[in-house]
């Protein structure tokens, strides 16, 4: 049995709030959490916006902050990401692609894998046929063994209007590529600071709070302009896999109020 914690988006900084938000409250929460009921994990993945503005500063801060969890984790681009400050700041798998921060963990219940859909300078996601060719060969390469995919952007619409256009573009040819592989088990999607669950070409799929602020439901209708972090808690993953089963607890790890600045 695999015991993992998923985290996303901890839009780290190391002064000052996010959107009337305490990254340092809302992560430092998180990691006692984890580390007083889930020690057990074997390791923690976050998907994506490990910083919110992307200096070298606040890589330092949010890398010295997760060195606490009583695990190794494993962290991805999203768009708030710099690939190249990210690079120099974090310890990566040795098989992660040299351009990208796409890697592999192998595990007793399968391979975690986990996707780059960083384009730079955009909000939006992209997939570029370098990082097709490697998850091709890497799914390929796995044959039977099953593979748990986590990505930042979703590849798919979530009926949710304002943050749908800011998604993976062209996602046609990686939905293809999954549904090719029945050895694809599960996907685990960050960006969309709300939790929803799914399937996708018959794939089952799991997004997941941020660490830090949530978005507001789809409706009452919102936009950009308008937009203010909804008052909901935020919450971690706590996974379980064994013999391709699995499970996913939302856990909240503190109360709204005490994420704030
Ligand atoms: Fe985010």
């Not at 998907?47 to 500063?57: F, L, Q």
């Not at 902050?65 to 984790?73: G, I, K, N, T, W």
Request: one cysteine or more.
């Amino acid at each position: 049995m695999l015991k993992a914690i998923w985290m996303s988006d901890l839009h780290y900084a190391a002064n000052g709030d996010v959107l009337g938000h305490d990254p340092k409250a809302g992560l430092g929460s998180a990691i006692e959490h984890v580390n007083r009921f889930y020690k057990d994990s074997e390791l923690c993945i976050i998907s994506g916006d490990m910083v919110n503005r992307g200096t070298v500063e606040d890589y330092a801060a949010v890398s010295e902050s997760l060195s606490q969890l009583a695990m190794p984790f494993f962290p991805m681009v999203g768009n708030h990401d710099d690939r190249v400050l990210f690079k120099d700041a974090f310890t990566l798998p040795n098989n992660c692609m040299q351009d990208f921060v796409q890697y592999s963990i192998s595990t007793s219940e399968g391979e975690i894998i986990c996707l780059d859909t960083l384009k730079a300078g955009s909000d939006e996601g992209e997939f570029c046929s370098k990082r097709l060719g490697w998850l091709t060969e890497r799914l390929d390469a796995l044959g039977e063994t099953p593979a748990y995919l986590f990505m930042h952007h979703p590849p798919m619409k979530l009926g949710l209007p304002i943050q749908d256009t800011e998604n993976l573009v062209e996602s046609d040819a990686l939905l293809e590529l999954l549904s090719d592989h029945s050895n694809v088990r599960h996907l685990f999607i960050g960006h969309v600071h709300r939790p929803i669950v799914g399937t996708i070409k018959g794939i089952p799929f799991a997004t997941m709070r941020s660490v830090l602020f949530q978005a507001p439901a789809p409706q009452p209708a919102w936009d950009w302009k308008t937009f203010k972090p909804s008052e909901e808690a935020p919450s971690i993953g706590a996974l379980t896999i064994a013999n391709m089963d699995v499970t996913m607890q939302y856990v909240q790890f503190c109360r709204y109020e005490d994420g704030l600045v």
